[in-house]
Structures are given as C-alpha cells and as structure tokens.
C-alpha cells in the first residue's frame, strides 16, 4: 500500500460506519488540489539548480487549509498527499477549525548551505504565493524545516504581496509573531495523552518505563518531558544506535552527547568503538537501531519515520501501549495485529496533534493581535488534547473500536458534515 492508500484505508473504515455512499466516498477522499512547481535557484557557487515542490490541499470543509513543509530527499506528491488527508482528520479530531494540507520539497538540506536553503524557501513561496494566505492555506515547518523557514517564507510572501500578513504561516520566530510554546507542542501534546491515559489505566509514571525510537526534536523532546515528570525512560534511539538502561536514562544528558556529537552514543562511543567501562557503570548496553522496538518497556514511542512497524516485524514490539509521535509509524495491517494482541495503540492523529493545535492558537494570536504566555498556551493545549482524547476514546468504547479507528471516526465524522451542509455531495447530500 502506498502511504495515501493507507490513510485512505483508515477513512474508509469510518465512512463504512457512517453509512457513507460509494459517491460520497469518492469525493471526500479525492483532494481539492494537488500543486507541483520546479524550483530552481543559483546555488553558492554559481550553478544553478532545480527541485520538485508540492502542495496538497486536500480538504478544506472545516476551515483555511492547514499543514507543514518538509524539506526531504523523498518529500514526493504520494507522500504528501498522504500528510495532506492524515492532516484533514487530525484538525478534526481535535476540533481546531483547519482543513488538511501539506508541502514538500525533494531536497537532502543537509546537502546545501544556510543561504542555499533561503533560497529555496523564498523561491516556494514565489512559486506557492497564489495558493497560500491567512485565510487560505496556511504552512508550517515540518521534517527538515523550522522557524527559520517560516520566517523567509513569510518574509517573501509580504513582499510579494505587500500586506503584512504573520498568520501566513506558523512555528514562526517569536519575534515575527510565533507562539510560545510551538517549539515544543508536538512533544508536550503527546505527553497530555499519554498522561490521560494511563491515569485512566490505574499506573503512575513512577511505575511507567518508556522507550522512545527515535531521538530527533519531538523524540528527544517527549523523553526530556517524560523524565521530568517521573517516567522511567529506558531506551532511545537514532540511526547510529539503542542506548539501553534497564534502571533508566537521562535523556537531557543524551541530548547534549547528541549536540556534540551528532549521536545519542556521543558519550560511550567514538567511530564506533564503545567503552564498556563506561557502559557497565551507567548500566547501560549500545544495540542495533532497530532494537528500540523490541525493548520491554510499558510504553513504546514511535517517534522517527513513517512505516516502521509492519506486518513483517510486528511480532518483536512487546510494549502493551504505543504512543505515536511520528506520522503513520505502524502499517495498517501491523495496526491490526495489534489490536487483537490488545496492545493500545495512541494514533497519530491525536498523539502529535498538540503542533498543530499551538499552530492554530499562533494564528489566533497573529489575528487578534493578542499574545498568550507559554504558561496559558499550554493550559489551552491541554484542556483541548485531553477533550479530543475523551472524544475518540467514547467513539472506539461505543463502537467496539481501537483508539485509531475511534480518531478516524470522529475526524470523518466531523467533516462529512462540514462538507454535507456546504453541499459538496451534490443536492441529495
């Protein structure tokens, strides 16, 4: 399955519940608008050169368009438009007035210099400026970009169009009108739901161990705020390794080795050589990188890349609870397996969705002119994250569902009726 197919498959599990028609299935699964652009720059040393640019706008029923621009060696129109409708759902699922979009560009950033990169996000904004606006179609940083994007973004668009407009764009430069809080809502987000939920199990995060794959900003941000509330973090990862405590780890100090080193190994191993002193006094072990998986932990966090947990290799995840901060990490079909194993899994639809939440309250902020501490942005966040965890968990119990299949019932739902009432299924809709 490609990656729309599989968002696709889960949205028509809930449209089958919702009674929806063959017709009405079609059009709201098909995107508004699919956008490819080339965008060609003068590189540092005189050459030029050119990348494909995306857009997908999937749905806008319930509000301006709404998602992130990734800067990837294999950002695609597929892929994207996957990111397009899983972001339609996830506004819905937790009640922000946003449809779904999403931007990519097929670049490796790690291949091209700081002003190269300006370069090629002014130019997105040259080639996208007709499709994006406040009220239309609003951007934010994704894999590979950050505020720093967004505030060329919205530097070029301004002067493209000659309004200063700073809700164009969200996770924006504090100084440009960006929220606080939005540096670090994805990972907080996900730890509201997390705590909801083992509350409602009866645990503690005393009596919690966690393990995190992947230890990029959300990753490394969850475990930090994990640690700080009493959680037992066990394991993480990046691509050059698991770093494995059975009596824990801390997760600032790893996050330093990685600033430094460029590897959460950085303070054990050298070019792959690990001292095994040093291993054996912290009670720590170096495995594989795909061993994060497999760890016993109470609670797994699939925070890297999409796709990581399949039919294929399902049956080594042994955690009885997985939290989703990555973008559709666990297969359909793994999904599956899962459920009847009874593990619960937290969707990503609803376990990440704290960014676009802060996004959304950035954007109400740069309308109104009005600005939130960090300390009233995070209650705001938390009060809606939890109320979209108590939504989706009343339609999976009503409905015999897991937490996924309530989320994508509650977001269809949501929409379907948006999109009935604006007549979009013709005048028996």
Sequence with gaps: MTPFEQIISHIRKASGTLAMSEEEQTIFNTPDRSIEKTLTIVKDNGETESFPAYRVQFNNARGPYKGGIRFHPDAHSEEVK???????????????????????VMIDPKKYSKTEIERVSRKYAQEFKEHIGVNRDIPAPDVYTNAEVMAYIL?????????????????????????????TATAQGGAYVLGELISRLGRTPASTSVAVQGFGNAGATIACILHSLGYKIVAVSDSTGTLYAKNGLDPQKILLAKKNTESILGDYCDDGVCDENMLRKDGAEVLAPEAALSIAADILIPAALDNQIREDNVAVVVAPIILELANNPVTPQ??????????????????????????????????????????????????????????????????????????????????YEAMKYRGRFGKEG
Excluded at 84 to 93: D, G, L, S, Y
Aim: aromatic share 6%; net charge neutral.
């Design 82 to 104: 996957a990111l397009a409708a899983a972001m339609a759902i996830k506004c819905a699922v937790v009640g922000v007035p946003f449809g779904g979009a999403k931007g990519g």
């Design 155 to 183: 530097d070029e668009y301004e002067k493209l169009t000659g309004a200063s407009e700073a809700g164009v764009v969200t996770g924006k430069p504090l100084s440009l009108g960006g929220s606080e809080g939005r540096d």
């Design 334 to 415: 793994a999904d599956r397996i899962l459920f009847e194993r009874g593990v619960v899994v937290v969707p990503d639809v609803l376990a990440n969705a704290g960014g676009v939440t802060v996004s959304y309250l950035e954007w109400v902020q740069n309308r109104q002119g009005y600005y939130l501490t960090k300390a009233e942005v995070m209650d705001r966040l938390q009060k809606i994250i939890i109320a979209a965890y108590g939504r989706v968990e009343e339609a999976a119990r009503t409905h015999t569902l897991s937490l996924r299949e309530g989320a994508y019932l509650v977001g269809v739902r949501d929409i």
